[in-house]
């Protein structure tokens, strides 16, 4: 019925045709939803707007305005959603979700909603929405390393050959005036020492602690794991 001839031309030469560089705006996922066709979706919104304090807010109202019924972003077209939920969602789901929105990345995502609405926080609600679909997740690829493998410490061969030791902060104060635990943990026997110090110990003190308590019970250790706490890392106490 047509008569037309293919013609193949090197990538280097062929400048791109318009359907390989859809414009985003026109793109059919960025008019997916729409609040003045759909009568629910304006139930809806015209409930989120009583209902959301922000526009009672002389401070607020200097970043939006009124147009008929409906508010948008100041100086532009945007329309302004309010703080729903469900509201938020179907627009969410109908701009990556849906099968003409193809799924796109963050920034995509972003622009596609950004062109018809907005809100405070969106680009936020975008990435916690697009990081955690699930068909995203289950057919991108990846795009960093694969992790290691978990290499487990050795067992000792006896009793406090190998230590844990770390301190535990943020603890309501004693009598004594005591706010941290300093504990020492055997990697064989599980075996734990708890110490009652304060969060200003310093090198020094911890060093003496741990050579009365513990070398002084059950011998020099072989290995030490703990983690670059400043009194641990410290040249003294190396």
Known sequence: RFHYTIMYKPGRTNVADPLSRYPLGDAPCAYAI??????????????????????????????????????????????????DAQLKSDILVAHHDQLLSGHMGIDKTIAAI??????????????????????????????????GQLCPLPIPEHPWQQIFMDFITGMPPTPDGHDATFVIIDHLTKMVLVYFVNMSIDAPTVAELLFKEMVCRFGQPEHIICDRDPRFTNRFFK
């Not at 209902?51 to 972003?73: A, C, I």
């Not at 018809?116 to 289950?138: E, I, M, N, R």
Request: net charge positive; hydrophobic share 30%.
């Open 34 to 83: 729409d609040v003045h066709t759909s009568p629910r979706m304006h139930t809806q919104l015209m409930d989120a707007y009583v209902t959301d304090d922000r526009l009672r807010s002389p401070r607020f109202l200097k970043r939006v305005h009124k147009d008929g019924e409906y508010w948008f972003k100041a100086g532009t077209s945007r329309l302004f959603i309010p703080e």
């Open 114 to 147: 950004s062109s018809k609405f907005w809100w405070p926080g969106l680009s936020k609600d975008v990435y916690d929405h697009v990081t955690t679909c699930t068909k995203c997740q289950a057919v991108n690829a990846r795009s960093r390393k694969r992790e």
